[in-house]
């Protein structure tokens, strides 16, 4: 199959970038037979990152497997704050809280490959493909702070999180990409979108090092509330943002006493 025949394919199921995962098939299909397959997978809506097994984050491919949740590239910008935040330190602790894939924990790695990098998440399939992005990372299975070692208490430098944050009425408004493909427990942040991330704020004060930095993933209009949770913990918090990709951070520092 050639990449217009692919393409055309891929524009009548209502693919945007039909050329350019064109593309993408043809280089990773082994055999015709192969990219028939995934050319149907995707035509009946898959990911295309989870039917060629990778995802392209900060200029690294990243392994994702089913069920996975998928890596965004708006994500691109906790993973830059975070890498900024952890340069700073001398002997650096990071935490990938809610890690899926483990991208970001695998992009601070990439750029700091001395650094203690730990990820955590609720889900096995999850941690089991965080494992395989993170050979020089600890990759813990639980909820959210529960299954770190208690040693790290008070001496985190980062914690970067992109947790759940779609509001539960909104769940069944997301593209069927991600309602279909991704586990609900990756996307479903609770009323507001922000239950999970208002439980990882509160508890970050007890794990962050004196000089640490905790930033979350948030949604513009989630970010004034979002900073609120972090002032009532005692934290200092201000947002950033990237246009161009739809993205906002929460970064917050423990306030000086
Ligand atoms: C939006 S996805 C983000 C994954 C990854 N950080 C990324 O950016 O690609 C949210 C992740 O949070 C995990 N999660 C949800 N609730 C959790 C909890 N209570 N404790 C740990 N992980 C949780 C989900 O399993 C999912 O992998």
Same mark, same amino acid.
């Given at each position: ?108 790695? !990439?750029?700091?490959?001395? +650094?203690?990098?730990?990820?955590? =998440?609720?889900?096995? @399939?999850? #941690?089991?493909? /965080? $494992? %395989? ?98 002032? !009532?913990?005692?934290?200092? +918090?201000?947002?950033?943002?990237? =246009?161009?990709?739809? @993205?906002? #951070?929460?970064? /917050? $520092? %423990?306030?000086?006493?």
């Amino acid at each position: 199959m050639s990449v217009e025949a692919i393409s055309d394919r891929l524009r009548a199921a209502g693919c945007v970038f039909a050329e350019d995962e064109a593309r993408v098939l043809l280089e990773s299909a082994g055999s015709a037979a192969e990219l028939a397959a995934m050319v149907r997978r995707r035509e009946a809506g898959e990911p295309l990152e989870q039917i060629v097994g990778w995802a392209e984050f900060l200029g690294h491919r990243v392994t994702v497997e089913p069920t996975v949740f998928v890596p965004r590239r708006r994500t691109e910008l906790l993973a830059r704050a975070a890498i900024r935040a952890a340069g700073a330190a001398r002997s650096v602790v990071v935490v990938d809280m809610c890690c899926g894939s483990g991208a970001v924990a695998a992009a601070v790695l !990439a750029e700091i490959p001395g +650094a203690e990098v730990h990820a955590a =998440d609720i889900d096995p @399939a999850a #941690v089991a493909c /965080a $494992r %395989r992005n993170l050979p020089n990372g600890t990759v813990h299975l639980g909820d959210l702070y529960d299954p770190l070692p208690d040693r790290l208490r008070g001496g985190v430098d980062v914690i970067a999180a992109n947790a759940p944050y779609v509001p539960t009425t909104e769940l069944d408004l997301m593209p069927p990409e991600a309602r279909l493909h991704e586990p609900p427990a990756a996307l479903d942040g609770g009323p507001d979108g922000l239950a999970v991330a208002r439980r990882i704020v509160a508890a970050a004060p007890a794990w962050l090092a004196p000089t640490g930095t905790l930033m979350i993933e948030t949604s513009e209009r989630q970010a004034d509330a979002l900073r609120a949770a972090a002032t !009532a913990a005692g934290l200092t +918090a201000h947002i950033e943002t990237d =246009d161009d990709r739809s @993205a906002t #951070v929460l970064i /917050a $520092r %423990r306030a000086r006493t």
